[in-house]
């Protein structure tokens, strides 16, 4: 196989000390195949030593974006620059940037020791220079002692570890990981989601992390870029795409929100709020970012489950919304309360706590509510992609 077939780049920086983390630039990336816009227009900016996610559905364009910036894709326009220098229409090899994939791409015929060194041999250094950073790469996985092993003899999370090793062995300005996780089951993604971090701090290393999988976005990552259709949808800190999504679709696709359709009215006193389509009329209730709604115009409003409250309907206090508990689905710590109201079915999600006060059952009578601190509105069409 080839080094760029194998995802190798070893670039042209010296190997000497500490690797240090590269500045990252995108600059209104585009790509079109035919008339399709894959990516369209994207800026943005990675700061050194940071650690970005780009989180998004199948076909939001995540993988062509990753492609361009290993250079397996050249873009229609724009620009790349990684420390300042536009790589755009470098080859692959020549861009200094370590990748790993998600099925690690390893030679079956090769040794620990052989793959980790792989992108050391391309770069012409002799065997006795190669042990030293081998040996280096391999205690930082934490896989000392397996290097005279074959990849067939290597449980999947030791693989993932020489696919990190060999990416990180000739010290990149940049690391790219594509779903690198995803070929492991679920306990063992959770603990290679710590070392992968640790790597990272150990390192100083930038890293682009590019995953469907918005836990590990939100869990690893310094800022997250959700992508749909093309186009960054947000950038962020996880809290904030979480906790302040700014459309119906980064609610919706990051955590579980209860949508529930209404209108936007302007009160006497000048205040934009929301009916909603099966609340009382006389029940306008406040959202946050009310500056995006348009009096008159259908709007969204996103609730996270655990932003609602269940209470007996005799405790209820206005805008409370009345309902019927129709599932209950025990989660461990918390318990999933499905909930049919007027408004639509609604789900609660109830801590351990708060079940042990009040046990709520199929059938049961409650009352809804929620702070309209936790409420956000969104314009109806918002959610399309």
């Keep these: 196989m080839s080094e760029v077939s194998e995802g190798v780049q070893a670039g042209d920086r010296t190997l000497d000390g ?14 079109k195949y035919g008339t399709v816009e894959a990516v369209r227009g994207i800026s943005l900016s990675i700061r050194r030593g940071e650690f970005l996610a780009i989180l998004g559905p199948s076909g939001a364009g995540k993988t062509t974006l990753l492609n361009m910036l290993t250079g397996f894709e050249k873009p229609t326009s724009g620009a790349i620059r990684i420390n300042g220098r536009d790589v755009a229409r470098l080859a692959p090899h020549k861009r200094g940037i370590g990748v790993v994939f998600q099925h690690y791409a390893l030679f079956k015929h090769m040794t620990v020791a052989q793959n980790v060194g ?10 006795r220079e190669q042990r030293g950073h081998i040996q280096h790469a391999l205690e930082l996985v ?5 290097a005279a092993r074959f990849p067939d003899r290597l449980s999947g999370g030791q693989q993932q570890r020489v696919a990190l090793a060999r990416a990180i062995v000739f010290r990149p300005a940049l690391l790219l990981m ?13 603990h290679m989601r710590v070392e992968i971090k640790r790597l990272q701090r150990n390192l100083g290393a930038t890293v682009i992390y590019v995953t469907h999988d918005q836990n590990e976005a939100l869990t690893m990552a310094d800022r997250v870029a959700v992508m749909n259709d093309g186009v960054v949808e947000q950038l962020g800190t996880p809290d904030d795409l979480y906790e302040r999504p700014s459309s119906a679709f980064v609610a919706d696709f990051v955590g579980e929100t209860n949508f529930f359709t209404g209108r936007a009215v302007l009160d006497p006193d000048g205040r934009v709020r929301v009916v909603l389509d099966g609340d009382r009329p006389e029940h ?6 009310v500056a995006s709604l348009r009096p008159g115009s259908g709007v969204e409003v996103g609730v996270r ?6 209470l007996p309907p005799d405790q209820a206090e206005a805008p409370a919304v009345p309902g019927t508990v129709s599932d209950v689905l025990y989660e461990g710590a918390t318990a ?19 079940i042990r006060e009040t046990r709520w059952d199929v059938g049961d009578r409650v009352a809804v509510h929620w702070d309209a601190r936790a409420a956000r509105g969104y314009p109806a069409a918002d959610r399309a992609s």
Aim: proline share 5%.
């Design 18 to 31: 500490a690797a240090t983390g590269g500045e990252v630039e995108l600059d209104g990336l585009t790509k």
């Design 118 to 127: 792989f992108p050391l041999r391309m770069r012409g250094m002799s065997m």
């Design 142 to 146: 934490k896989l000392e002692g397996y």
């Design 178 to 190: 594509d779903e690198p996780l995803g070929a492991l089951d679920k306990r063992l993604r959770e």
């Design 284 to 289: 306008h209730r406040d959202v946050e970012n």
């Design 305 to 310: 489950p655990e932003q609602v409250s269940l």
């Design 336 to 354: 999933l309360h499905v909930v049919e109201t007027p408004i639509g079915d609604l789900s609660a999600r109830l801590s351990l706590g708060s």
